[in-house]
């Protein structure tokens, strides 16, 4: 009975290592959603940006594939001395074989296929100039201050600031949702060149799961933007107005006076089954940047909480900086 025990125990333990990588190859080939799922609440607990989310899926594979080449190892040092293996040592070491050649292969094609994603997350893991740009910016005693680029203005008492990575998911998800059949269009709208997040500011904290006002402010290089063709404030405030279904630009463009300066002031109103959303978007301009600053609300109160924050902003002399190329 010993024997018979033992026996069944050795066979069983040869399919370990076997179970566990095919299990990983099936649950990628049947599980792609709960994966896509695991793997966006990966990147939301260490905060990762979209581009830096794909070493996820990598990682992963180079794991399971380490994990089976051991065992590839010891059926071959078996092999080359010789040693007189059971039937069930093959069949395991072959089906190990081919799962870890699968995960090398995915990981292969995975680093090729998405390498300008990959190249741009480990740029942004590294720093670059619009994490610079971005953590120039503080908040003190209720106020937003940005040096670099020379604005600053009131927040809304108890808002709460979103990280940089949060703000590039965020824009991310904006962007494939309107152009997610095109991937070069997703990567023209989620992070265009010469955009320099400055601040995202929240009603409610990340974790609250429902309807949450925001303020989003971003600054564009006017040198960029003078090589599309936009050489103005009211052209680059009449872009705005350039929307597609389900947005629509209400009104015309209008002159907006602020405490130091004058800018512009463009409403956009988006229409989703679930409700109205308002957009106002104001505009400023410093030495070297546009700078808008989005207010996004359903109701109305929300809103003018927003605008009083707004109505405060400020621009400064800025500290010199090339802004001319973003990350």
Same mark, same amino acid.
């Given at each position: 009975?010993?024997? /018979?025990?033992?026996?069944?125990?050795?066979?069983?333990?040869?399919?370990?290592?076997?179970?566990?990588?095919?299990?990983?190859?099936?649950?990628?080939?049947?599980?792609? #959603?709960?994966?896509?799922?695991?793997?966006?609440?990966?990147?939301?607990?260490?905060? /990762?940006?979209? *581009?830096?989310?794909? +070493?996820?899926?990598?990682?992963?594979?180079? /794991?399971?594939?380490?994990?089976? =080449?051991?065992?590839?190892?010891?059926?071959?040092?078996? =092999?080359?001395?010789?040693?007189?293996?059971?039937?069930?040592?093959?069949?395991?070491?072959?089906?190990?074989?081919?799962?870890?050649?699968?995960?090398?292969?995915?990981?292969?094609?995975?680093?090729?296929?998405?390498?300008? #994603?990959? %190249?741009?997350? %480990?740029?942004?893991?590294?720093?670059?100039?619009?994490?610079?740009?971005?953590?120039?910016?503080?908040?003190?005693?209720?106020?937003?201050?940005?040096?670099?680029?020379?604005?600053?203005?009131?927040?809304?008492?108890?808002?709460?600031? %979103?990280? /940089? *990575?949060?703000?590039?998911?965020?824009?991310?998800?904006?962007?494939?949702?309107?152009?997610?059949? *095109?991937?070069?269009?997703?990567?023209?709208?989620?992070?265009?060149?010469?955009?320099?997040?400055?601040?995202?500011?929240?009603?409610?904290?990340?974790?609250?799961?429902?309807?949450?006002?925001?303020?989003?402010?971003?600054?564009?290089?006017?040198?960029?933007?003078? %090589?599309?063709?936009?050489?103005?404030?009211?052209?680059?405030?009449?872009?705005?107005?350039?929307?597609?279904?389900?947005?629509?630009?209400?009104?015309?463009?209008?002159?907006?006076?602020?405490?130091?300066?004058?800018?512009?002031?463009?409403? +956009?109103?988006?229409?989703?089954?679930?409700?109205?959303?308002?957009?106002?978007?104001?505009?400023?301009?410093?030495?070297?940047?546009?700078?808008?600053?989005?207010?996004?609300?359903?109701?109305?109160?929300?809103?003018?909480?927003?605008?009083?924050?707004?109505?405060?902003?400020?621009?400064?002399?800025? #500290?010199?900086?090339?802004?001319?190329?973003?990350?």
């Amino acid at each position: 009975m010993f024997g /018979l025990w033992h026996h069944e125990f050795r066979l069983m333990r040869s399919f370990i290592v076997p179970a566990v990588v095919w299990g990983y190859v099936f649950s990628v080939l049947f599980g792609q #959603q709960l994966w896509g799922a695991a793997f966006d609440r990966l990147m939301y607990l260490i905060d /990762l940006s979209p *581009n830096q989310g794909w +070493i996820l899926p990598l990682m992963f594979n180079f /794991l399971v594939a380490i994990v089976g =080449l051991p065992s590839n190892l010891k059926y071959a040092l078996s =092999l080359r001395r010789r040693l007189t293996l059971p039937v069930s040592d093959h069949v395991a070491a072959a089906m190990c074989f081919v799962g870890v050649c699968l995960c090398l292969k995915g990981a292969v094609f995975l680093g090729v296929s998405k390498r300008e #994603q990959i %190249a741009a997350g %480990a740029s942004e893991s590294l720093g670059g100039q619009q994490r610079r740009v971005f953590e120039a910016g503080r908040i003190e005693d209720g106020k937003f201050f940005n040096n670099l680029i020379g604005i600053s203005f009131d927040l809304p008492t108890g808002w709460h600031s %979103a990280s /940089l *990575n949060a703000i590039r998911r965020a824009l991310y998800s904006v962007a494939f949702a309107m152009a997610k059949e *095109n991937a070069q269009t997703v990567k023209e709208l989620s992070a265009p060149a010469g955009t320099f997040p400055l601040l995202c500011a929240y009603q409610y904290p990340d974790t609250h799961g429902g309807y949450n006002p925001s303020l989003y402010t971003v600054a564009y290089s006017k040198e960029v933007l003078a %090589a599309s063709g936009v050489d103005t404030l009211e052209a680059y405030a009449r872009g705005f107005r350039e929307v597609q279904h389900p947005y629509h630009a209400i009104g015309d463009v209008l002159l907006e006076q602020f405490t130091d300066s004058a800018g512009y002031h463009v409403h +956009i109103e988006g229409r989703f089954p679930r409700g109205t959303f308002q957009q106002h978007v104001y505009v400023v301009e410093t030495g070297r940047h546009y700078v808008s600053l989005t207010a996004s609300a359903m109701a109305e109160t929300d809103m003018a909480i927003m605008r009083r924050a707004i109505s405060t902003l400020q621009v400064h002399r800025t #500290q010199p900086v090339s802004t001319a190329t973003a990350e």
